[in-house]
C-alpha cells in the first residue's frame, strides 16, 4: 500500500541517535485539541491515507471532529496488531485453512491467505477445575486440559507454522489479556516499511471483548466478533463511525477499606446508568496521575461491562514505570516516551481538550463492593449485601419455604471422606480468584493472600461446601506471592493454584463436589458462586449454580469464610479465635500500607524477564504433541473438536443479489439483556442436547464432552448449542427455560429443541427471524453467536437494540439486524410470535445503497395484519459491503482472489 500524505506529515523522529519514520500530528490543523483516543485514530488515517479506502476528507473530519455531533462519518481504522485467545481463535484459524482451500476452487494462490498484521493467540480459555484445593491441583488440571484438548492444540501448532506473522503461546503461560499487558503490548510499534523503520501506535483488535485491558496501558484497541478480526488479520480495515468520547474526571484516592475492584464496579455501574454504548471513554484529570498501571488495566478490561467500545488512559510516566518493571527494552521505552511528546500523546492535565460528555468520580467516596446476581453493572454496597440477597432470593426460590425473613431450604449433605453440612439457599458454592481483570493487578492480589494469612492466624476456615481456587493471569503472580511467603496460608484456606486461565469467569468452574451436586439438584437449592471476574451471566458460571456475584479477590476469601450470600460483615462474625473471641472481617482485613510494602519487596523486574523470556516455548506437554505439516490442513474426517465448515460450499466469484424476506417464523421472541451467552453458550452441555446427543453417536463418552467453548472447531456442535443456553427463556413458550421452541412445521406445533425445529424449517425452506429487546447481544465478542444464528437459518434480527459486536457480528455473516421504530418493541405491537414476516425493501442494498428502513408485515394466525418500518441497522458502507456479499469473509475471499 502506497501512502498518499497529502498533509505532508511523513518525518523522521531521532531517539538516542535511532531514526524512525513518523507521520507527524501536528501538520494537520485541529489535531492537538482531539483527546487522546482520537489521536490515535488520527494518526492511523495520515499512515494509512491511500486515496481509496482511507482519503484525506476523511482525517480532515476526524480533525475537525465536532465533540457534540453524533456520529455518521465513517473510516477505516488499520491496527496495528491481532490479538487471540483460544475459544474465538480456533474457529477463526479454522476459518483461514478454509479459506485457502476455497481460494483455491476460485483459482487463487492459497498462500495469498495469510496474516498481514502480526497476529498472537493465547490458549487460557481451555483449562478447567477438575481438582482444587490441594498441591497437585495444578499438574491434575493441565494434564486432563491437554487430554481433552489435543486436537485442538494440534491444530494450533500447525496454523502457528502454517501462517506467516502468527504466533501461539501454549497452556499454562497466563490469561491473555494480562500476557498482552505484560508482555505482547508494544505500546509504540515499530515494523520496518519500504526499508525504513516505521514507528507509530500500537493498537489491536481482540477476539475477546475484555482487550480493551490493555487501554490501561495507552494502547486504543478494543474486541470484534472472529470473523471482523479475520479479516483485520488479512488487511481489511475495520469499518467505524467517529464515534462520541465521553470524558471521566478522575479525584481523590482510594480509601483504605476499599480495593481497585470496587473502583471499576462503581464506574461500570456509573457508565451503564450514563449510556455510553458505541462510544469511547477516555480517563483526564490530575487524579489520572495517582491511578497505578494496574488499576487502570483493571478499569479499562471493563469497557464491555460499561458498554463502551474503548476505556482510554493516555501514555504519562506511570506508564513508562510499568513498562520498565515487565522487562521492556530501555530502547523500547525510550521511544515510547521521545515518540509520544513529540505527537501529543503524552498525558498533561493541563492540555484543553474537548470531550462530547462529561462524568466524574471522586475515588474517595467509593466503597467496597460485589455485583450480581447475573449482572456487571448491578452494584451492591457490602454493607447492603445481605438485604439485596434476601430481595433478589425471592426470584430463584419459591415463596412458601418462608424461613427467617426469605426462602429457606436446610438440607443436609454427609460427605464420603466424612464432613458433614447443611446446605441453604444462598451458600456459596464457589469461591474462586480468577480472570484477568484482577489477577493482573498485585494490589487485590496481594490483599487476598494477606486476608487469608489474618484469617489463618485466627483460626479462621473455608466452609466445608465451597470449592475454592486461585487461577493466576500470569506465571508472575505465582513467583510474588511464592516470595511473599503468603502461599501457605492461601493453601490453608484451600485457595490452591489451579491452573493458569480464564477457569470460573468464563465458565470453566469444573463441577461441583459429587454430593454437593445433587443436593442442589435434588432440592433445587439457589447456591451462589462469587469470583473476581467481570461477568456473573445466568448460566454462565455453572450449571449448579443459579446466582453469581462478582468481587475483588480479597472478598472472594471473605465470602468463602462466610459460606453464605446471606451474611452481614458488619455484625456477623466469621468465627472465633482461640480464645474463644468472636472474629469480624474488620478484624482481618489487610493494611494496605502493609500490602504495598510486601508488593515492594516481592515483584521485581526479574520475575517478569524470566516468564517471558521463554513465552511461546511451552511445556512438555506441548512440545511433545506431534505437528501436522503442509500450507493447507489435512482435516479428519473423525474429528469432533475440528471440522471444515460450510462458509464458502458452493461460493461462485460473483454473489447473488440480496432478496427480501418473505414467509418468515420466529425461531424465538426474546426479552432484554439476551447476552451472547445466551446464544452461544460456552460452558458444559448434558447427554440429552441436541450437542450431547450428536457426540454421543460420534463415538464420545459422556466425560469427554468438554464445553462448546472448547467445541468451537467444529460447527455441528456449535449450530446445535445456538439458543442452547439453560437459563434463555424463549417467550413462544410459557415458563420453559433453555434451548427450546415451538416448531411450526408440525401440527399443533409442538415444544422442540431450537436446533430440531431450524432443520426441520430449513428442510421446508422456511426462513427465520428472531425478535428481542433491548440490548441484545450483550456480553462477550462471541462469534458463534452470529456464525451459529446464520448456520441456523435466521435471516434477520429485530431487536430494541444491539450490542456493538453482535450487530457487527451478524452482519459478518449476512444475517440482516434491524431494530423496532424508536419506542416501539414486539409487545406494544402486538407480536407475539405465531406470526408469519415480510420484509420488503432489503433488495435497496443491491443499488448500492442502504435504506434507512425496509417494511416489515406480521400476519397473524386470525389474519390480522401488522406493520411496521424497521430500522436497518447496516451502519457503514463497509457493512453493506459485507452483507450483499453474503458475509465479511466472503468479502475478503473475493478480494484476495480478484487481486
Known sequence: MTTVDSFGSKGVLDVNGAEYEIFRLNKVEGAQKLPYSLKVLLENLLRTEDGANVTAEQVQALASWDPQAQPDTEIQFTPARVLMQDFTGVPCVVDLATMREAIKDLGGDANRVNPLAPAELVIDHSVQIDSFGNDQAIERNMDIEYQRNGERYQFLRWGQTAFNDFKVVPPGMGIVHQVNIENLARTVMTREVDGVLRAYPDSCVGTDSHTTMVNGLGVLGWGVGGIEAEAAMLGQPVSMLIPRVVGFKLTGSIPAGATATDVVLTITEMLRQHGVVGKFVEFYGEGVGSVPLANRATIGNMSPEFGSTA????????????????????????????????????????????????????????????????????????????????????????????????????????????????????AVSIASITSCTNTSNPSVMMAAAVLARNAVEKGLASKPWVKTSVAPGSRVVTEYYEKSGLIPSLNALGFNIVGYGCTTCIGNSGPLESEVSQAIQDNDLSVTSVLSGNRNFEGRINPDVKMNYLASPPLVVAYALAGTMDFDFDNQPLGQDAEGQDVFLKDIWPDPTEVQQIIDRSIDTEMFTREYGTIFDGDHRWKALDTPEGDTFAWDSESTYVRKPPYFEGMQAQPEPVQDIEGARVLLKLGDSVTTDHISPAGSFKSDTPAGKYLLENGVERKDFNSYGSRRGNHEVMIRGTFANIRIKNQLLDGVEGGFTRDFTQDGAPQAYVYDAAENYQAAGTPLVVLAGKEYGSGSSRDWAAKGTALLGVKAVITQSFERIHRSNLIGMGVLPLQFPEGESADTLGLDGTETFAISGVTALNEGTTPKTVKVTATHENGKVTEFDAVVRIDTPGEADYYRNGGILQYVLRQIATK
Request: no cysteine; charged share 30%; hydrophobic share 30%.
Open 311 to 426: 476505556a482510554m488512559f493516555p501514555i504519562d510516566q506511570i506508564t513508562l514505570d510499568y513498562l520498565r518493571l515487565t522487562g521492556r527494552s530501555e530502547e523500547n521505552i525510550a521511544l515510547v516516551e521521545a515518540y509520544t511528546k513529540e505527537q501529543g500523546l503524552w498525558h498533561n492535565a493541563d492540555d484543553e481538550v474537548q470531550y462530547s460528555e462529561y462524568l466524574e468520580l471522586d475515588l474517595g467516596t467509593v466503597v467496597p463492593s460485589i455485583s450480581g446476581p447475573k449482572r456487571p453493572q448491578d452494584r451492591i454496597q457490602l454493607t447492603d449485601a445481605k438485604d439485596q440477597f434476601r430481595k433478589d432470593i425471592h426470584n430463584y426460590a419459591t415463596e412458601d419455604e418462608v424461613g427467617s425473613g426469605r426462602p429457606s431450604k436446610s438440607v443436609d449433605v454427609a460427605m464420603e471422606d466424612g464432613r458433614e453440612f447443611q446446605l441453604d439457599h444462598g
